[in-house]
Nanobody, 121 residues
Framework: QVQLVESGGGLVQAGGSLRLSCAAS????????MGWYRQAPGKQRELVAT???????NYVDSVKGRFTISRDNAKNTMYLQMNTLNPEDTAVYYC???????????????WGQGTQVTVSS
């Protein structure tokens, strides 16, 4: 069983910053990829950023240059530093993990419960 706990969401004014955290715990043998997704009201969930076990990162165009994804392998924790936020960034942000729970298990996808980010104009 793998659990993901997100924190760091909240209300911020346009131009401000927030830092999201996602702590993974439980039976984790190896992590393939971690990432952040977001879902705004009335819209589909979209990928925001990903980071591989080799620390390769990928971002959706709308956040490039403003958001930074990182991870602390020792703590199984991932972060999303969000700068220069604008109202279009308002959404529920979800942590995603693709991992194996044992050497012989298949990779599985895990999701956090989501954390609300609201950017006021």
């Amino acid at each position: 069983q793998v659990q993901l706990v997100e924190s760091g969401g909240g209300l911020v004014q346009a131009g401000g910053s927030l830092r999201l955290s996602c702590a993974a715990s439980g039976s984790i043998f190896s992590i393939n990829i971690m990432g952040w997704y977001r879902q705004a009201p009335g819209k589909q969930r979209e990928l925001v950023a990903t980071i591989t076990s080799g620390a390769n990162t990928n971002y959706v165009d709308s956040v490039k240059g403003r958001f930074t994804i990182s991870r602390d392998n020792a703590k199984n924790t991932m972060y999303l530093q969000m700068n220069t936020l604008n109202p279009e960034d308002t959404a529920v942000y979800y942590c995603h993990l693709r991992a194996k729970s044992s050497p012989h298990s298949r990779t599985a996808d895990y999701w956090g419960q989501g954390t609300q980010v609201t950017v006021s104009s």
